[in-house]
């Protein structure tokens, strides 16, 4: 009902009245007043006056029913532990694929390795749970599809050179502004799920003991649509996995990167490994040439660019 709400005061200049909104809706006057309040408790600016109610403001905030044809799949809170542990639970539940839980805050919101992901409101923090008709050893191509879709949006969005470090972290100026994690679980052969975490910098400010973070808000000078960038980004996104857009995805990949050719630092579960990166493979796994001329095939780890 907040939708069609919605809609209906979205598509007139001026106010709209409570009896047309009543008729036009097939429920009361005062079931009407009750959804306004609670749009207006949301964050909704809807004044009222004698000739009915004025939709003045709306806030940036991605509840389901802003979402047209995704409603049902979209899940969000105002503040949640983790979207990703959120997610998991509803995908070993069966929940249909695209569902999507977003938080507006994070309290223990996670990165590689474990590593804490400061979350505070302002950022875009959502899961996306796939289900993706693919044998695990093909799961890489999703997050590798899932970073290029989001730099590719963010650059046409905003005009920025957004560029990818492996795995997939999204940086602006060589300053991070996103992070990625991905979560799978198979069955035999097939892909049960695939969670796809992100986190994005938007209208937040990084904290002091992330000097190598920045945000959208940051680089532009100003605030931006979060609900804006979530709309085309998970449209885009779907429309290229419907598409199985992910079979040339590590070349593709390879144009928006500023890892290779550089020097790195690679932290894994049980070593650190430096060299440079010279390639990525089929398989999305990181080529690093070590000091003694040797070839490093590193499959998951957190990269760090080294500053010449």
């Not at 009245?17 to 097939?26: D, K, P, T």
């Not at 006057?29 to 004698?50: D, M, N």
């Not at 999305?284 to 000091?291: F, P």
Request: net charge positive; glycine share 8%.
């Amino acid at each position: 009902m907040k939708r069609r709400i919605l809609e209906n005061l979205r598509t007139k200049d001026g106010a709209v009245s409570g009896q047309v909104l009543s008729a036009r809706l097939g429920i009361s006057r005062v079931s009407i007043w009750k959804h306004i309040q609670q749009l207006q408790a949301l964050g909704y600016e809807i004044t009222s006056s004698a000739k009915g109610y004025h939709l003045k403001n709306s806030p940036d905030v991605p509840y389901p029913w802003e979402f047209t044809g995704r409603k049902s799949k979209i899940i969000y809170h105002a503040e949640l532990s983790s979207t990703m542990d959120a997610a998991k639970e509803l995908a070993r539940k069966g929940c249909p694929d695209y569902t999507t839980v977003i938080a507006g805050r994070q309290t223990s919101g996670r990165g590689r390795l474990d590593r804490q992901w400061s979350s505070e409101k302002g950022g875009l923090y959502f899961t996306m749970i796939l289900r993706p008709d693919l044998p695990p050893v093909l799961s890489f191509r999703v997050g590798f599809l899932a970073s290029l879709t989001l730099a590719r949006i963010l650059n046409e969005m905003f005009g920025l050179d957004v560029r990818v470090k492996w795995p997939n972290d999204l940086l602006v100026d060589e300053r991070k502004i996103c992070g990625m994690l991905s979560e799978l679980e198979a069955e035999a052969d097939r892909v049960s799920f695939i969670n796809i975490g992100i986190g994005l910098n938007v209208n937040n400010d990084p904290p002091p003991n992330e000097p190598a973070a920045t945000s959208l808000k940051m680089t532009l000078g100003r605030r931006v649509s979060q609900k804006e960038i979530l709309f085309r980004y998970l449209d885009s996104f779907e429309a290229q996995m419907q598409a199985a857009a992910y079979d040339d995805v590590i070349d593709r990949w390879k144009h928006y990167t500023v890892t290779l050719n550089r020097h790195v630092r690679v932290v894994t579960t049980r070593d650190v490994f430096t060299g440079k990166a010279v390639d990525v493979d089929d398989t999305g796994a990181l080529i690093l040439e070590c000091s003694d001329g040797s070839l490093k095939t590193i499959r998951f780890g957190d990269c760090f660019h080294q500053i010449s």
